[in-house]
Nanobody, 125 residues
C-alpha cells in the first residue's frame, strides 16, 4: 500500500479543512488507518484512527468534538475533517497504515508500518 495525502493549507482560527489520503493497492479496505501530525520542534503524535469497516474510530483528546475521521473503501480514501481549527493544530499531517495493528492500538503507537508524505496545515490566529 502506498499513501498520498492532500488537502492541507492555510486557514484562520475557527476555520475548517478536509484532508484526504488516497491509497494504492487492493488491500486498503481490509486495513485500519490513522492520521498523525508533527508540529515544529515536537514529536509526531497520534490524531485519529479508523477501523477497516469504518465502524470504530479513535481520537486524541485535543481533537475530540472538532475532528472527524472517515473512509470510503470504494475510493481507497480516508478523510480527516477538521473543524474549529486552532493555532495549536498547526503541523504536518500524515496518514498511515499498519496491517498488523488495529485502530485502537494505533492510538498508542508512535511508529507505523506505512507512512504517506505529509501535508502542511497552518492555522493563523
Amino acid at each position: 500500500v502506498q499513501l498520498q495525502a492532500s488537502g492541507g493549507g492555510l486557514v484562520q482560527a475557527g476555520g475548517s479543512l478536509r484532508l484526504a489520503c488516497v491509497a494504492s493497492g487492493r488491500t486498503f479496505s481490509s486495513i485500519d488507518m490513522a492520521w498523525f501530525r508533527q508540529a515544529p520542534g515536537k514529536e509526531r503524535e497520534f490524531v485519529a484512527s479508523i477501523s477497516w469497516s469504518g465502524g470504530s474510530t479513535y481520537y486524541t483528546d485535543s481533537v475530540k468534538g472538532r475532528f472527524t475521521i472517515s473512509r470510503d473503501n470504494a475510493k481507497n480514501t480516508v478523510y480527516l475533517q477538521m473543524n474549529s481549527l486552532r493555532p495549536e493544530d498547526t503541523a504536518v499531517y500524515y496518514c498511515a497504515a499498519d496491517p498488523l495493528s488495529t485502530a485502537r492500538a494505533m492510538a498508542r503507537q508512535v511508529s507505523m508500518a506505512i507512512w504517506g508524505k505529509g501535508t502542511q496545515v497552518t492555522v493563523s490566529s
